[in-house]
Each structure stands twice: as structure tokens, then as C-alpha cells.
């Protein structure tokens, strides 16, 4: 089930039944501690996971990628993280919604000054809704960037309507400082390909 990505590093996907796109989970370790990383629930999962490491937490990259993570939260008792909305411009009301919608009351929102588990820090992306986990030498997306070819490229915004009605486009600038500032080496992304190491030369 479980792909290795780099040391301390797998993924596990599917292919969405809706739009045919592969969904990409990551589980990272450290420590015999594990996290959990926008997971799709899978069959099975919960045991694979306790025979790499201790379920420590499960975090959300995007509201869009709740996927199974407040289901395998509650079946791990694991704390649940989702992004602050006000640090990723969302809508307040919509997003109290969501979370009474999907059970999350049990969840905590999370900034960029959150201490979240491993170590792993948070960083907003400027325009996407969607907060990059930086954990060790990697950064990790939920949709802002992806590896085809072992090639770096970027999801246009379309599915964030501006306050004009009109559809945003995203470009490399939105993520391109922040592989700079983090020094990371790699790209762990929800879609498409990781990028295990070289991502500095790609920008």
C-alpha cells in the first residue's frame, strides 16, 4: 500500500472517481511517531500505518483535501489539524459549515506559528488557500505544484474565483519564494508526482 519516497517518507493514492486525477496521501516518521498528511481512507489503513510508526496526528493541506481526515483522526484519536482560515483568506461561514457538515468540531486550525508534531512547520501560499508543511528537507502541497517528468509545474488557480467573479491564475510566483526561503529539496504533492530531490534546480 505504502509507496517510499524518500527515508521517513511514503505515499499511498487512488485515482478520483469523478475527475480521473490520482490523489496522493503522505505518511512521515520520525521518531517511531507518524503523520499523516491530507489521507485517503483506504482499506487496512490504520493497521499499516501503526506497523511503521505511532499515529501522531493528521493534517490538512486545503479544505478541498479533507478526504478521510476526520474519519481516520477519530478512529486513530488523534488530533486532527486544518488550515486557519483566516491565514488562508477563507470564508468563515462556508468553512463553519464544512466542519459541521463533516464532524471535524474535534479539530484544531492551525497558522504558520503552530507548533505542529515532528517538527513540521507551516507556511501560507500566497493566493491558493492552502498552507506548504515543511518537513525536514521536503515541502508539501495539497494542489499548488506537482512533478511530471521530474519537472516542477504549478496548478492554475481556476477553482479560486477572485472577488471579481473572475478566475485567478497562479503562477510559479506563488511558490517559488517559499522553495527559496525553505531550502528544500524535494516537492511531496496531493497530485501527479513527488519530486524527491533536486526541486532548488527546477526554480
Known amino acids: 500500500m505504502f509507496e ?3 527515508k521517513n517518507i511514503f505515499r ?3 485515482i478520483d472517481g469523478e ?9 512521515l516518521l520520525k521518531d517511531g511517531k507518524a503523520v499523516l ?14 506497523i511503521l510508526g505511532v499515529p501522531e496526528a493528521v493534517i490538512m493541506t486545503n479544505y478541498p483535501h479533507l478526504r478521510g481526515s476526520p474519519l481516520i483522526s477519530r478512529q486513530l484519536n488523534i488530533p486532527l489539524f486544518f488550515p486557519d482560515i483566516t491565514e488562508v483568506d477563507e470564508d468563515e461561514a462556508l468553512i463553519n459549515i464544512f466542519i459541521d457538515l463533516y464532524n471535524m468540531n474535534h479539530g484544531q486550525q492551525y497558522k504558520e506559528s503552530t507548533n505542529l508534531p515532528l517538527g513540521i ?3 501560507v501560499i500566497p493566493g491558493r488557500r492552502e498552507m506548504a508543511l515543511e518537513f525536514n528537507d521536503y515541502l508539501i502541497v495539497g494542489d499548488s505544484a506537482y512533478g511530471i517528468n521530474e519537472k516542477l509545474n504549478f496548478y492554475p488557480t481556476g477553482i479560486w474565483p477572485d472577488d471579481t467573479g473572475s478566475k485567478a491564475r497562479v503562477t510559479s510566483d506563488a511558490l ?3 522553495i527559496r ?3 528544500a529539496r524535494g516537492l511531496l504533492s496531493g497530485h501527479m508526482e513527488d519530486i524527491p530531490s533536486g526541486l532548488q534546480e527546477l526554480i
Open 37 to 50: 498528511i491530507d489521507p485517503l481512507a483506504m482499506p487496512r489503513l490504520n493497521q499499516m500505518i501503526k
Open 19 to 27: 475527475s480521473g486525477i490520482m490523489m496522493y496521501s503522505h505518511l
Open 4 to 6: 517510499p519516497i524518500a
Open 176 to 178: 517559488n519564494p517559499l
Open 121 to 123: 512547520r507551516a507556511y
Open 12 to 14: 499511498w493514492g487512488t
Open 181 to 183: 526561503k525553505t531550502g
